[in-house]
Every structure is written in structure tokens, then in C-alpha cells.
T-cell receptor, first 113, second 114 residues
Framework: AQSVTQPDIHITVSEGASLELRCNYS??????LFWYVQSPGQGLQLLLK??????LVQGIKGFEAEFKRSQSSFNLRKPSVHWSDAAEYFC???????????FGKGTTLSVSS | DAGITQSPRHKVTETGTPVTLRCHQT?????MYWYRQDPGHGLRLIHY???????DKGEVSDGYSVSRSKTEDFLLTLESATSSQTSVYFC?????????????FGNGTRLTVT
């Protein structure tokens, strides 16, 4: 069965520092991978997605993610974090039927000044 | 932003009462989904719809039913609410399956069952 693991429940990063959020997936074929962000009291907003091709994908708000098949990973990165990036981040993989996403449990990002 | 409206935004109800949550979209997307979000669990799929009157169960469908009589509306019903159904419920839509188009989410309904 497909699954998504986000090993870090909570991460604190200083403003201006770099960020990497980890995501590992279990999937039997080429996965469809996504990162979403959720600000408090809001719905989820798509940051970026990977379907095929270039393994480094660019998203909105300066985020990027790299697909590494050998490690079953799709880590999210940002070179310089801003206080407004504080939110909860979810990694997701498309299910085999192609009908819905399976989400990780999320990583909460706090940004310290 | 995708035109998705969830109603109500907040609801408090008593155990054993029926509750219906509504998701309305103005995008004419074929696929609609109901997820619940709980601390430590992320988002889990309850039910989804791939067209009018076409629905299927997700990962956590027990205790929930859905209906879709029009493209734009997808209703989630808790026939007899229980405290374990206290959660934040999100509706999502997508233009196609296979993830050629991503999910767009509503702002959620916070349901408390006392």
C-alpha cells in the first residue's frame, strides 16, 4: 500500500536560514508527488508537484523539491526562510487508482527571529 | 483561488444527531473529495466523487455517507454524530484524475461533537 512518512513533526529554523523538510514515500510505480502548505485556519495550498522528468522541481514562494527514486524521497527545500513561511507542510503521493492523494502527517515549521 | 465554499465553517452538535456538511464549487470540476484532518494523522480521505451520482469510499468512510446530485455540490452526512468525528473537514476538487491537475482545497469546516 502507498504511504508517506514525514519524519519530523516540528522544526524550528532561524529567519534567513535554509530549510529542508523530509518526505519519504512508499509506492510501487512512478509516483505523483506533491507538497502542500497550510497556514493556521486555512485550507491547503499547493507548493509544487512532481510527475516525471526533471527531478528538481520549482514551486511557489521560492520552494523547490528534489525527487530521488533511489531513496524514495521528495524533500522540500528553501534557501532562506522568511517569518511568513511558518506553517504546516504536507507531503502527498497520488494513489494507485489515480483518484486521491495520500498525505503524510505533516511537519510544523516555526521560524525564530 | 479555486471557487470552493464549505458550509458551515463551524458547527457544534450533540452526540447522536445527524449533521450535513456542504461543499459547493464553481469550477465545474468533475472530481470532489472529502478529507478529515486530525492532529497526528494529517489528512485522511473519507469519500470521493468522480461525477454526478458516482461516489466511492476512502480510507475512513465508516459513519459517513455522501451524495452528489449536481456537479457543483458534494454533501457529507454524519448519520449519527459521535465524539470521534470531532475534526476539521476539508473539501477538495480536481479537474481530472491521475493527478494531471492537482487538488484545490476549501477552507474547512470545524465540527465539534459534544
Amino acid at each position: 500500500a502507498q504511504s508517506v512518512t514525514q519524519p519530523d513533526i516540528h522544526i524550528t529554523v532561524s529567519e534567513g536560514a535554509s530549510l529542508e523538510l523530509r518526505c519519504n514515500y512508499s509506492y510501487g510505480a512512478t509516483p505523483y508527488l506533491f507538497w502542500y502548505v497550510q497556514s493556521p485556519g486555512q485550507g491547503l495550498q499547493l507548493l509544487l508537484k512532481y510527475f516525471s522528468g526533471d527531478t528538481l522541481v520549482q514551486g511557489i514562494k521560492g520552494f523547490e523539491a528534489e525527487f530521488k527514486r533511489s531513496q524514495s524521497s521528495f524533500n522540500l527545500r528553501k534557501p532562506s526562510v522568511h517569518w511568513s513561511d511558518a506553517a504546516e507542510y504536507f507531503c502527498a503521493v497520488g494513489n494507485q487508482a489515480g483518484t486521491a492523494l495520500i498525505f503524510g502527517k505533516g511537519t510544523t515549521l516555526s521560524v525564530s527571529s | 483561488d479555486a471557487g470552493i465554499t464549505q458550509s458551515p465553517r463551524h458547527k457544534v452538535t450533540e452526540t447522536g444527531t445527524p449533521v450535513t456538511l456542504r461543499c459547493h464549487q464553481t469550477e465545474n470540476h468533475r472530481y470532489m473529495y472529502w478529507y478529515r484532518q486530525d492532529p497526528g494523522h494529517g489528512l485522511r480521505l473519507i469519500h470521493y466523487s468522480y461525477g454526478v451520482k458516482d461516489t466511492d469510499k476512502g480510507e475512513v468512510s465508516d459513519g459517513y455517507s455522501v451524495s452528489r446530485s449536481k456537479t457543483e455540490d458534494f454533501l457529507l452526512t454524519l448519520e449519527s454524530a459521535t465524539s470521534s468525528q470531532t475534526s476539521v473537514y476539508f473539501c477538495a476538487i480536481s479537474e481530472s484524475s491521475g493527478f494531471g491537475s492537482p487538488l484545490h482545497f476549501g477552507n474547512g469546516t470545524r465540527l465539534t461533537v459534544t
